[in-house]
Nanobody
């Protein structure tokens, strides 16, 4: 069983910072991509940042403010969020595309999410 567990969410004032963490565990052979999506009430889930093959991509709305990083040895991904804005308020979900042990196929997995609230 593969699981993704996020942590680090919370309440922060505009302009503040948070660092989200996500740990992937289970029968994992390799992780090919990890990233973060977010979903606010009444909105579609949107890509925040993704790291794959040494490349990173960010939503335009977070470029210059958020930084995604990975610790491949620990099967973890992080999202450093600086200069937070109220519009960043959402549930942030960890994402991974990985290959399970003894399987050839790659599959997508999602964490349960961690709440980020930016408010004064």
């Amino acid at each position: 069983q593969v699981q993704l567990v996020e942590s680090g969410g919370g309440l922060v004032q505009p302009g503040g910072s948070l660092r989200l963490s996500c740990a992937a565990s289970g029968s994992i052979f390799s992780i090919n991509a990890m990233g973060w999506y977010r979903q606010a009430p009444g909105k579609e889930r949107e890509l925040v940042a993704v790291s794959s093959g040494g490349s990173t991509n960010y939503a335009d709305s977070v470029k210059g403010r958020f930084t995604i990083s990975r610790d491949n040895a620990k099967n973890m991904v992080y999202l450093q969020m600086n200069s937070l804005k109220p519009e960043d308020t959402a549930v942030y979900h960890c994402y991974a595309r990985l290959q399970r042990r003894f399987y050839l196929s790659e599959n997508d997995y999602w964490g349960q999410g961690t709440q980020v609230t930016v408010s004064s």
